[in-house]
């Protein structure tokens, strides 16, 4: 009787023993897991964060952008030049311009997509194969044109695409940025300020 009850208890243990192992094996397979996420996530993160340098011969960063460029001057665009763009991969550029300081909230300057990989030089007053809406109404590049007062910034936003952009010109900045999500290689901004 004394025996079968040992039997019984040792039987239990080794049960017990056996759970044990297997919660074990559980958390070092968990842990392990979510390791490999952790590090998958940061490589991902990386990725999106690679950054491009936006330079313009017209004005340096967080400079004042010359009126030729403004509606007081002839509206047309800034020079610009794409530095550090991703070896391959780039299939397209698309460029945003606003102004966050405008009264009624971010003003849309300037929306351009499906420009050619090759293109990291753009002159002045440069064609591109498709633009949006911006806040003038028009589906072209509008300078400057605040109202009198403190200046306002303006940013140069440029992305590197791994695809073209699918959207029919006079689309807006929304759907642009909802069309680029998971296709940005690199990114990167040139602000200017500009004063009445």
Known sequence: MKEGKEWRNRKKVRSYD??????????ITFCFLFLLKTSLSANIEDNEM????ILSPAFKQNDPIPKKYSC?????SPPLSIKGSPSSGV???AIIVDDPDAPMGVFDHWIAWNIAPDKIDFEEGVKVPAEGKNGFGVNKYRGPCPPPGKPHRYFFKVYALDQKIGLLPGSSKE???KAMNGHILAQGELIGTFQR
């Not at 056996?18 to 958390?27: E, T």
């Not at 007081?72 to 047309?76: L, Q, V």
């Open 18 to 27: 056996s759970i044990a192992k297997s919660i074990r094996l559980l958390s």
């Open 50 to 53: 690679s950054t491009l340098r």
């Open 72 to 76: 007081e001057g002839e509206d047309i």
């Open 91 to 93: 299939v397209s550029y």
């Open 175 to 177: 759907d642009l940025i």
